[in-house]
T-cell receptor, first 110, second 116 residues
């Protein structure tokens, strides 16, 4: 069964600190992996899209990694800001469908 | 428009009633997607339109759910005989082209449906 699992389920860190969110997937066939940021009450917004051959991709303070052999991805957030408080969702594209993880709820405290 | 818009933003209805949820995609986007998101979960795929036709409706949970996109732009998700389990946020997304895995999907803010 195609699944995307994320950890931790929730995370609280202080402003300015770094954090790493994890994503493991069992999806076949694999086309690409995406990380989305979803603010409360809003639709998801794409942060990165990574294909099979890409190991790392950055978008400002966000850096995503992909290990296609172990089927793992991570999202690293550097120097967190209060505005980073949101849910971060890992998504894998397979057969014209997006397989969504449940997300990690990140809370940044001042 | 500047982005995907959805109306209404909130809808409260009684069990057994019929509801329609509307999505206005980004102008020029040929692909349109509907998702359902329950609290604390990722979005669940419902249906994907390429132009006016439903290219994949495998995510629709049962025949109470139906969606149309008659002119290849605005789409309406229709739910008949609503049940309390239908309560969720219904998200709409559009992309310039569908089917190609690298196409970016842009999401609307969602419609929060509450069935009492």
């Amino acid at each position: 069964k195609n699944q995307v699992e994320q950890s931790p389920q929730s995370l609280i860190i202080l402003e300015g600190k770094n954090c790493t969110l994890q994503c493991n997937y069992t999806v076949s066939p694999f086309s690409n992996l995406r990380w989305y940021k979803q603010d409360t009450g809003r639709g998801p917004v794409s942060l990165t899209i990574m294909t099979f051959s890409e190991n790392t991709k950055s978008n400002g303070r966000y850096t995503a990694t992909l290990d296609a052999d172990t089927k793992q991805s991570s999202l690293h957030i550097t120097a967190s800001q209060l505005s980073d408080s949101a849910s971060y969702i890992c998504v894998v594209w397979s057969n014209y469908q997006l397989i969504w993880g449940a997300g990690t709820k990140l809370i940044i405290k001042p | 428009g500047a982005g995907v818009s959805q109306t209404p933003s909130n809808k409260v209805t009684e069990k057994g009633k019929y509801v329609e949820l509307r999505c206005d995609p980004i102008s020029g986007h040929t692909a349109l997607y509907w998702y359902r998101q329950s609290l604390g979960q990722g979005p669940e795929f419902l249906i994907y339109f390429q132009g006016t036709g439903a290219a994949d409706d495998s995510g629709l949970p049962n025949d109470r759910f139906f969606a149309v996109r008659p002119e290849g732009s605005v789409s309406t998700l229709k739910i008949q005989r609503t049940e309390r389990g239908d309560s969720a946020v219904y998200l709409c997304a559009s992309s310039f082209r569908g089917g190609l895995s690298y196409n970016e999907q842009f999401f609307g803010p969602g419609t929060r449906l509450t069935v009492l």
